[in-house]
């Protein structure tokens, strides 16, 4: 439940509010294993702690994370510099199913700071792990000045199937204009073999699975990242209890059919 | 034309008609290609086509005085353009531009209105695929004006003030 010291080695400002940093402990020994779609609990000392996303898996013991700013901690996370420490929790939850990954049609669908946890699962296809029959990589951001990882997006979209979508550009941009359930409806899916890994804010995620299950997709070949409010990160204080799951250690993500009945739930 | 009549078949908007009416929808048709900076459709003038997009970006906008041209959303392969055809006042309201060289299929929507006059049955047909289209952009166009993607909670009525 002690935080350990980190020091974040570098810092990247993906757009005004939202950066990404690579941090490391002070201490020997490197930072523990993760896998993608866990989540670190980061200290910023004196405001407090939340829950941030792996946003790359280095291996070099060191984490990565993409920060935007919300509210207090994230305001203060989001103003430490290089060199600056931060005390680190985790990793926690449970991450994607890569070991389903093997042999299936996979789609990568993000929304705005959900490319984050995803981003782990491309750098790991584009190194050629998990071996997928296909992939598509659908990405919706409100503006191309806000879209993530603008440059390895670029790389990405020569060895996979990306299409980005922005809700508002002008037309120099060269991806679509619209929303991201449009491309998603358009594409062609083999619904035997589909397998979607989703994350974005909840609403559009209600809206993807509303297109995928449309499609045919199965609710067992949807899984998706709730990032839902939390405080201990190890099933002890009930914060992010939803229904009879609790986000940080039965999640972030979660197969669809295991979840849908509360995932239709207004009040949770 | 049969080439036309067998493009027309492969599209969902035209799945399961039957053959006489793809017949007459496809003999309304034509190959039509639009180069980058084309405006296929402007605001006002009269609606009397519809385009089936085989190939290219097309983007919808409608014009802001000192601002210019503002994009409302982008249209590629296989989407549909063009619904004022079937409506009166039979305008386009708003203008569409091909982006990059742009192949579609062009059909003659006054002739169809036409003919969807004088069949009912035919006429129903097509406006129950034209509602789903337009059902399906009025939903996007929702999802777009939520704003998902950003970092404060959507505006209601007592918050916008
Ligand atoms: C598993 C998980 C992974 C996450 N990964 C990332 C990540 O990679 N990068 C990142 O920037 N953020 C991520 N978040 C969200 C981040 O944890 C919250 O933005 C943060 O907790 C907000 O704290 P704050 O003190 O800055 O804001 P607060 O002052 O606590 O909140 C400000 C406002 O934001 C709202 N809010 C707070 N948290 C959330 C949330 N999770 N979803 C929607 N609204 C919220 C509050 O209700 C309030 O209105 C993740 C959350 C979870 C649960």
Redesign the pocket.
Request: proline letters at 5%; glycine letters at 10%; one cysteine or more.
């Given at each position: 439940m002690t935080p350990a010291i980190y020091r974040i080695d570098s810092r990247v400002e993906e757009f005004p509010g939202t950066c990404t940093v690579r941090i490391s402990p002070e201490s020997a020994g490197g930072a523990r294993r993760c896998s993608a779609g866990q989540?670190n609990m980061l200290y910023a000392f004196g405001a407090?702690e939340?829950?941030?996303?792996m946003?790359g898996l280095q291996g070099d013991g060191s984490y990565v994370?993409?920060?935007?700013i919300?509210?207090?901690?994230?305001?203060a996370l989001h103003r430490l510099n290089e060199g600056d420490s931060l005390g680190v929790r985790g990793p926690f939850?449970c991450g994607w199913p890569m070991d389903k990954v093997a042999g299936r049609q996979l789609l990568v669908v993000a929304g705005g700071?959900g490319m984050?946890?995803l981003r782990p699962i491309v750098q790991a296809l584009m190194a050629g792990s998990a071996r997928p029959a296909s992939v598509q990589l659908f990405y919706g951001a409100r503006r191309p000045q806000e879209m993530l990882y603008a440059a390895e997006v670029e790389q990405w979209s020569r060895a996979l199937k990306v299409v980005t979508t922005v809700d508002h550009a002008d037309t120099g941009w060269p991806g679509q204009i619209g929303v991201i359930t449009k491309p998603l409806g358009a594409a062609s899916v083999d619904i035997e073999n589909a397998l979607v890994f989703l994350c974005g804010p909840e609403v559009m995620m209600r809206f993807c699975i509303q297109v995928l299950l449309a499609k045919g997709v199965a609710t067992e070949a949807i899984y998706l990242s709730m990032?839902?409010?939390?405080k201990c990160a190890i099933g002890h204080c009930g914060h992010c209890q939803w229904g009879p799951n609790f986000?940080c250690k039965d999640g972030?993500v979660f197969c669809y059919r295991d979840i849908r009945p509360w995932f239709d739930i207004r009040a949770l | 034309m049969r080439g036309i009549q067998q493009l027309l078949q492969q599209h969902a908007l035209f799945q399961d008609l039957p053959e006489a009416d793809l017949t007459l929808i496809g003999g309304c048709g034509e190959n039509c290609v639009y180069n980058a900076g084309e405006y296929i459709a402007r605001e006002n003038a009269p609606a009397d086509f519809f385009y089936v997009i085989r190939e290219g970006r097309v983007a919808v906008e409608t014009y802001m005085p000192n601002h210019g041209a503002l994009c409302l959303q982008t249209l590629h392969d296989g989407d549909i353009f063009g619904w004022s055809w079937l409506f009166p006042p039979y305008r386009w309201t708003f203008d569409a531009r091909a982006l990059e060289k742009v192949r579609a299929v062009r059909l003659d929507g006054k002739c169809l209105r036409q003919k969807c006059e004088e069949d009912p049955r035919l006429g129903f047909e097509l406006m129950k695929r034209f509602a789903r289209i337009v059902t399906e952009r009025l939903q996007a166009t929702r999802l777009q004006l939520l704003d998902v993607y950003s970092s404060e909670?959507p505006r209601t009525a007592e918050t916008r003030q």
């Amino acid at each position: 439940m002690t935080p350990a010291i980190y020091r974040i080695d570098s810092r990247v400002e993906e757009f005004p509010g939202t950066c990404t940093v690579r941090i490391s402990p002070e201490s020997a020994g490197g930072a523990r294993r993760c896998s993608a779609g866990q989540f670190n609990m980061l200290y910023a000392f004196g405001a407090g702690e939340v829950p941030i996303s792996m946003s790359g898996l280095q291996g070099d013991g060191s984490y990565v994370h993409t920060i935007r700013i919300q509210g207090l901690v994230t305001r203060a996370l989001h103003r430490l510099n290089e060199g600056d420490s931060l005390g680190v929790r985790g990793p926690f939850g449970c991450g994607w199913p890569m070991d389903k990954v093997a042999g299936r049609q996979l789609l990568v669908v993000a929304g705005g700071l959900g490319m984050a946890p995803l981003r782990p699962i491309v750098q790991a296809l584009m190194a050629g792990s998990a071996r997928p029959a296909s992939v598509q990589l659908f990405y919706g951001a409100r503006r191309p000045q806000e879209m993530l990882y603008a440059a390895e997006v670029e790389q990405w979209s020569r060895a996979l199937k990306v299409v980005t979508t922005v809700d508002h550009a002008d037309t120099g941009w060269p991806g679509q204009i619209g929303v991201i359930t449009k491309p998603l409806g358009a594409a062609s899916v083999d619904i035997e073999n589909a397998l979607v890994f989703l994350c974005g804010p909840e609403v559009m995620m209600r809206f993807c699975i509303q297109v995928l299950l449309a499609k045919g997709v199965a609710t067992e070949a949807i899984y998706l990242s709730m990032e839902r409010n939390m405080k201990c990160a190890i099933g002890h204080c009930g914060h992010c209890q939803w229904g009879p799951n609790f986000v940080c250690k039965d999640g972030p993500v979660f197969c669809y059919r295991d979840i849908r009945p509360w995932f239709d739930i207004r009040a949770l | 034309m049969r080439g036309i009549q067998q493009l027309l078949q492969q599209h969902a908007l035209f799945q399961d008609l039957p053959e006489a009416d793809l017949t007459l929808i496809g003999g309304c048709g034509e190959n039509c290609v639009y180069n980058a900076g084309e405006y296929i459709a402007r605001e006002n003038a009269p609606a009397d086509f519809f385009y089936v997009i085989r190939e290219g970006r097309v983007a919808v906008e409608t014009y802001m005085p000192n601002h210019g041209a503002l994009c409302l959303q982008t249209l590629h392969d296989g989407d549909i353009f063009g619904w004022s055809w079937l409506f009166p006042p039979y305008r386009w309201t708003f203008d569409a531009r091909a982006l990059e060289k742009v192949r579609a299929v062009r059909l003659d929507g006054k002739c169809l209105r036409q003919k969807c006059e004088e069949d009912p049955r035919l006429g129903f047909e097509l406006m129950k695929r034209f509602a789903r289209i337009v059902t399906e952009r009025l939903q996007a166009t929702r999802l777009q004006l939520l704003d998902v993607y950003s970092s404060e909670r959507p505006r209601t009525a007592e918050t916008r003030q």
